[in-house]
Structure formats: C-alpha cells, structure tokens
C-alpha cells in the first residue's frame, strides 16, 4: 500500500494519509463511539455503537493486497499525529478480483473538509496497483455527499436497488488526468 502521505484539508489543517495498523484498533473504537447516530446509520444502515473483537482485528489488519486500509489523521499542534478523523477501506471480492467493496466513514466535525476526498487519492492509487478496477457498495440512495466523492474517482456502472431507500453502485475507477494526487482542481 502506498506509504504516508502529508495532506493539507480544505480549511488549511495539515495532517497524514496513512495505511491502518493494528495499533489503530482504540482509535477505531473511539470513532465509532464518537460518531452521531445519523452518521452511524449512514455507515451501517443501522445505529451501530461497537465493534466486536473479530471486527477490530479484521479492520485493523490489512493484507495490501485483499484488504486495502487508509486513516486520515490531523496534526497536532506540536506537529504529532493526533486520532484518525475518516478512514476508507476496500475489500477485494471473493470471486471478481477485480471488484472490492468499499467503505468510507469521516468524524462528524471533519465532515466537509476534503478528508474524503484525500483518503480516495490514496486508496484509488492503491487499488489499481493491485488489479482493483471496480468499487462497489451499499447506500442510501438519497446519500448525495458519498456519490459525488465517488464519482471524483469512477464512472458508475451499475445501480441495483436493494430496499429500504438502499441501493448498490458500482463505480469503475477511474484515474484523473492529473492522476490520483493532482490537488489543482
């Protein structure tokens, strides 16, 4: 997976894109604890306050190459790392190995501030390296902020409606002109 990368957000806050680890895992369970309902709902389709014991150590432990996994965290102000405020992640399908479903959550307060956007570079960039062509997930259709990051880093090719106000797209990843780290436009 592509190394730590510095990241200046839309307000000027610097901060780090960096691969999850296993020492992520309290992080993890603060975010989610921190999260408001709605953005849990979001996320989950339902209000979810924990993460179990195999979730943790199944999301903290990414392969690089089945499993790709990017934190976004702001910069103190002595210039250290503080908590991770969005993470994005992608889980190669089992039997197109070209597809992975992707998942991307940000804390409430850094909602707006380009932290998705940041996050997508990194993970697109890592996904083509490793054969990942396509996204696909589950949302709300009426989710209009996760369609329009998406459609900065892909070109929807499918949308099934699942139920409940939930669809499936799919996105076909696309590199943009000034590649996946351009940040002029």
Request: glycine share 8%.
């Amino acid at each position: 997976m592509t190394a730590v990368r510095p990241v200046i957000l839309l307000d000027g806050t610097r901060g780090i894109v960096r691969p999850i680890t296993p020492s992520d895992r309290n992080a993890l369970v603060a975010s989610l604890e921190n999260l408001d309902s709605e953005s849990r709902i979001q996320r989950f389709f339902f209000n979810k306050k924990h993460l179990s014991d195999s979730e943790l150590t199944r999301l903290t432990n990414p392969d690089g190459v089945n499993h790709l996994a990017y934190g976004l965290a702001v910069n103190l102000d002595d210039g250290t790392e503080g908590m991770p405020i969005a993470v994005a992640r992608c889980f190669r399908d089992e039997h197109e190995k070209d597809l992975a479903e992707i998942a991307i959550v940000t804390a409430d307060l850094w909602q707006n501030h380009g932290a998705g956007v940041e996050l997508m570079r990194s993970l697109s960039a890592a996904a083509m390296e490793v054969g990942i062509r396509r996204w696909f997930a589950a949302i709300f259709s009426d989710n209009a902020a996760i369609k329009r990051l998406l459609e900065k880093f892909g070109t929807k090719s499918e949308e099934r409606r699942l139920g409940s106000g939930i669809v499936e797209v799919v996105y076909e990843i696309v590199e943009p002109p000034g590649g996946f780290f351009d940040t002029s436009g």
